[in-house]
């Protein structure tokens, strides 16, 4: 079956740390990827999406990168968060016939 | 913006009262989705309405699409508690990007 795992659940950064949260997908090829933020009461911003290994289309001028390097993993980067980096980040798939999102990761900057 | 944008942004109902939410986007579309999240969780898919379709069910959901009011509405009947949640109206743009508008809050009073 396809599912999705995104991790850590929960995190808590200092200022100026570096950031690596993974999404990896199972169950299907090819997937187009995506990493979303949500901030507290708001909808959701796609931030970066991937069609492919290696492509990575980014949404909004921002702190953040993202990478894929392999099919079914998609990687959200920071070098150094800022107090605003702080949100809720949701990893999705689809394989054209729906989407399909992980758990989420709740990023809390101090 | 591209986003859905949807109204109310607050919905406080008691149990069995029916739940009506609405969304409207500014482009032309190949289908409309809506999703649910319960608080601090990932996003559920709910619900795919097609450009061609105007009305749609599933189970206690019903949702209509108004292409040429660029509209949509999710009706929950009879509802619960437990429909308590977060629910999002989402479109497809090109390259498969899906983008949200910034729900409507819905509590259901026991």
């Known amino acids: 079956s396809q599912t999705i795992h995104q991790w850590p659940a929960t995190l808590v950064q200092p200022v100026g740390s570096p950031l690596s949260l993974e999404c990896t997908v199972e169950g299907t090829s090819n997937p187009n990827l995506y990493w979303y933020r949500q901030a507290a009461g708001r909808g959701l911003q796609l931030l970066f999406y991937?069609?492919?290994?290696?492509?990575i289309s980014s949404e909004v001028p921002q702190n953040l990168s993202a990478s894929r390097p392999q099919d079914r993993q998609f990687i959200l980067s920071s070098k150094k968060l800022l107090l605003s980096d702080s949100g809720f980040y949701l990893c999705?798939?689809?394989?054209?016939?729906?989407?399909?999102f992980g758990s989420g990761t709740r990023l809390t900057v101090v | 913006s591209q986003q859905g944008e949807e109204d109310p942004q607050a919905l406080s109902i008691q149990e069995g009262e029916n739940a009506t939410m609405n969304c409207s986007y500014k482009t032309s579309i190949n289908n409309l989705q809506w999703y649910r999240q319960n608080s601090g969780r990932g996003l559920v898919h709910l619900i795919l309405?097609?450009?061609?379709?105007r009305e749609k069910h599933s189970g206690r959901l019903r949702v209509t699409l108004d292409t040429s009011k660029k509209s949509s509405s999710l009706l929950i009947t009879a509802s619960r508690a437990a429909d308590t949640a977060s629910y999002f109206c989402a479109t497809v743009f090109q390259g498969g990007k899906l983008i949200f508008g910034q729900g409507t809050e819905l509590s259901v009073k026991p």
């Open positions: 991937s069609v492919g290994i290696g492509q």
């Open positions: 309405i097609r450009s061609n379709e």
């Open positions: 999705a798939w689809t394989n054209h016939y729906g989407y399909t």
